[in-house]
């Protein structure tokens, strides 16, 4: 294998690794480039993979423990593999209704999680013509960039994340997922660096009223999201997209006619640490 690392994709992160086939075992230099690289850029683009659920997960198996999916009860023990995700109704249309949900809203994966997920691999099958990009926002940079009174104020402070109840009427479910807290401020265990840690599932901040802490984090949230701290992703099939969740935000965007042109990706998860 020739790997080839690019130049960064933007300020905000991103990174392309080309001349490598992920169907392939890595070479242990290979995939220390790559974990050097999700470090150093956060995220890491591999054009043109054809890669099967299995090959796929094979590839994410060998940065960690992949995490068994609890998504739609269909997706039987195929989950375990890799999960589907996409604009698709029950019968296999296209549908402008998942656009209501989480993944269309700034969130990082599982934080509802005890233990959240390390990074995360996103493999473009299915893509419409235009659009359908996915934005992600840097929260390193986010957190760096604010004011000193504004470190001082959150310090310390811990925010309670939890499932959206919504979701199970869409057909989801999650096994009696109890709420957890995790720092507002976490620390990268690789690289040292303070992240904001936030987002969708984000509850209440605990120590602040009610009202206090949601404006608190709505406004770290707008802060960490703005355009100068995002990287946006825009897709071409066999595109896989690794991804750190301990300090970025992402998001998908529905800027395509979703109830004419499917969009389908298939996901994996790591297990990571807990936050600190």
Not at 57 to 69: D, K, N
Not at 75 to 80: A, D, G, Q, V, Y
Not at 170 to 195: I, Q
Request: proline share 7%; charged share 20%.
């Amino acid at each position: 294998m020739d790997l080839t690392i690019g130049p960064r994709l933007s300020p905000a992160g991103g990174i392309a690794i080309t001349g490598i086939d992920l169907a392939q075992p890595l070479t242990i230099a290979a995939r220390d480039r790559i974990g050097t690289a999700l470090c150093d850029h956060h995220i890491v683009v591999f054009p043109g993979q054809a890669l099967s659920r299995e090959q796929q997960y094979a590839f994410t198996a060998q940065f960690g423990e992949v995490e068994r999916h609890g998504g739609h009860r269909a997706e039987s023990k195929r989950r375990e593999i890799a999960h589907v995700t996409a604009n698709l109704d029950a019968d296999g249309h296209p549908t402008d209704r998942v656009a209501a949900g989480a993944n269309y809203r700034w969130h990082t994966d599982k934080p509802y999680y005890p233990t959240p997920p390390l990074l995360t691999t996103l493999h473009a099958v299915e893509l419409p013509p235009a659009g359908g990009d996915t934005e992600f926002a840097n929260t390193v940079l986010a957190y760096d960039a604010l004011p000193p009174e504004t470190k001082r104020r959150i310090a310390g402070l811990r925010v309670v994340f939890q499932w959206e109840a919504g979701r199970r009427n869409a057909g989801y479910y999650a096994a009696a997922l109890p709420p957890v807290d995790h720092p507002l401020v976490r620390t990268h265990p690789e690289t040292g660096r303070k992240a904001l840690y936030l987002g969708n599932h984000a509850r209440h901040v605990f120590g602040l009223p009610e009202a206090e802490g949601a404006a608190l984090l709505d406004e770290l949230l707008r802060h960490a999201t703005q355009p100068h701290f995002v990287y946006v992703h825009r897709w071409r099939v066999g595109d896989l997209v690794m991804w750190d969740n301990r300090c970025l935000l992402h998001r998908a965007v529905a800027n395509y006619e979703m109830t004419r042109y499917r969009r389908i990706m298939h996901r994996n998860v790591v297990r990571g640490t807990v936050p600190v």
